[in-house]
């Protein structure tokens, strides 16, 4: 079965410094990536999705970036992290039926 | 605003009661879901509804679908204690290429 795995699960980090999440499925091939950011008791924002490996497409402006350097791998980045950064971020992977989401990473930046 | 509005904001009831959530969107869609949130975990998958489908049920769930309004709703009979969680519409959007677009959810607490 496919499962979606995301770690850490909370992470606090002061301003300024790098940042790196890292998202990875099991039990399927070529899946459509999303990272999504929510913020404290709102929806969420899609940040970027990969179609496959290398291909990324921003949703909006930020100070983050993504990568996919392997088919089952997302990782969400940022070389100086901003206070406006904080936030619950969610990896997912969809398919014919839906989406599947991680547990997510409580980001705290101080 | 964002694809995939919710209403209400909030929504409190007895357990025993049913809830009913309401989601609008602007644009045409492929499909529209419905997903689960409890309080700091990631989302939940609850039911899709395609385009050209009008009601789709799973269990206690009951999703509809307008597209000449462009809205849904999704209901909970017989609602838990344990129902309770925010709830998000979703919708996938023709030309988006599979890329879902979250409203802002709604906050259901079921008092036992």
């Known amino acids: 079965s496919q499962t979606i795995h995301q770690w850490p699960a909370t992470l606090v980090q002061p301003v300024g410094s790098p940042l790196s999440l890292e998202c990875t499925v099991e039990g399927t091939s070529n899946p459509n990536l999303y990272w999504y950011r929510q913020a404290a008791g709102r929806g969420l924002q899609l940040l970027f999705y990969s179609v496959g490996i290398g291909q990324i497409s921003s949703e909006v402006p930020q100070n983050l970036s993504a990568s996919r350097p392997q088919d089952r791998q997302f990782i969400l980045s940022s070389k100086k992290l901003l206070l406006s950064d904080s936030g619950f971020y969610l990896c997912?992977?969809?398919?014919?039926?839906?989406?599947?989401f991680g547990s997510g990473t409580q980001l705290s930046v101080l | 605003s964002q694809q995939g509005e919710e209403d209400p904001q909030a929504l409190s009831i007895q357990e025993g009661e049913n809830a009913t959530m309401n989601c609008s969107y602007k644009?045409?869609?492929?499909?529209l879901q419905w997903y689960r949130q409890n309080s700091g975990r990631g989302l939940v998958h609850l039911i899709l509804?395609?385009?050209?489908?009008r009601e789709k049920h799973s269990g206690r769930l009951r999703v509809t679908l307008d597209t000449s309004k462009k809205s849904s709703s999704l209901l909970i009979t017989a609602s838990r204690a344990a129902d309770t969680a925010s709830y998000f519409c979703a919708t996938d959007v023709k030309t988006s290429g599979s890329r879902l677009t979250f409203g802002e959810g709604t906050q259901l607490t079921v008092n036992p």
């Open positions: 644009t045409s869609i492929n499909n």
């Open positions: 997912a992977w969809s398919y014919a039926r839906g989406v599947f």
């Open positions: 509804i395609r385009s050209n489908e």
